[in-house]
């Protein structure tokens, strides 16, 4: 059974720090692109950052500098960490599994930034 369970999510104050992790199972996970998207409230969602199996990295611009993905292909685990955050980080924020055959996405996990 495909698996991808977010961790790590909660309340900080405005420059504080988040580390999420995504824990998967149930798929070769090392060829997969892994992505993390956010969704805030009636907004859509949007790709945050992106790591490829061969580990390069991309961000969006509203979050370069201050982010940063990886992942450990043995643990099966991918990581956001997140620095600097600011209340428009404030999101539900999901990790999602990606090739040119399956696309699987984890339950969420809400990162709320306020003082």
């Known amino acids: 059974q495909v698996q991808l369970v977010e961790s790590g999510g909660g309340l900080v104050q405005p420059g504080g720090s988040l580390r999420l992790s995504c824990v998967a199972s149930?798929?070769?996970?090392?060829?997969?692109?892994l992505n993390w998207f956010r969704q805030a409230p009636g907004k859509e969602r949007e790709l945050v950052a992106a790591i490829s199996a061969g580990g390069s990295t991309s961000y969006a611009g509203s979050v370069k500098g201050r982010f940063t993905i990886s992942r450990d292909n043995a643990k099966k685990t991918v990581f956001l960490q997140m620095n600097s955050l600011k209340p428009e980080d404030t999101a539900v924020y999901y990790c999602?599994?990606?090739?040119?055959?399956?696309?699987?996405w984890g339950q969420g996990t809400q990162v709320t930034v306020s003082s």
């Open positions: 149930g798929f070769t996970f090392s060829g997969y692109l």
């Open positions: 999602n599994a990606w090739s040119r055959a399956s696309d699987y």
